[in-house]
């Protein structure tokens, strides 16, 4: 079993910044697939973005795409999610994935994921 970590979440106002990271104790995270995702009241789980296990490739989704850039920190075995420009239709519950096998190609659909985080929330004031 991996067991996931976010954290970072919080409130901000619409057009700041936050980070989120995601940590796995006793995984090394840049071996794997790793993925963001989110989920705001009352729909339904939506891909954020991913990284293919070597680090190389990444994929967003259009709504956040030239706003958001998901980076591992090696250093700290860590993938994080540098989020800026935020909108308040960012706000959600914010989850990060982890999958048992290699893809060299970002994941983005929840079922290819086998691992899950808690989620850390994010709200963002207009």
């Known amino acids: 079993q991996v067991h996931l970590v976010e954290s970072g979440g919080g409130l901000v106002q619409a057009g700041g910044s936050l980070r989120l990271s995601c940590a796995a104790p006793g995984r090394t995270i840049r071996l794997y697939n790793m993925g963001w995702f989110r989920q705001a009241p009352g729909k339904e789980r939506e891909f954020v973005a991913a990284?293919?296990?070597?680090?190389?490739?990444?994929s967003y989704a259009d709504s956040v795409k030239g706003r958001f850039t998901i980076a591992r920190d090696n250093d700290k075995n860590t993938v994080d999610l540098q989020m800026n420009t935020l909108k308040p239709e960012d706000t959600a519950d914010y989850y990060c994935a982890t999958t048992r096998g290699l893809n060299i190609m970002p994941l983005i659909h929840p079922h290819e994921y086998d691992y899950w985080g808690q989620g850390t929330r994010v709200t963002v004031s207009s």
């Open positions: 990284m293919g296990w070597n680090g190389e490739n990444t």
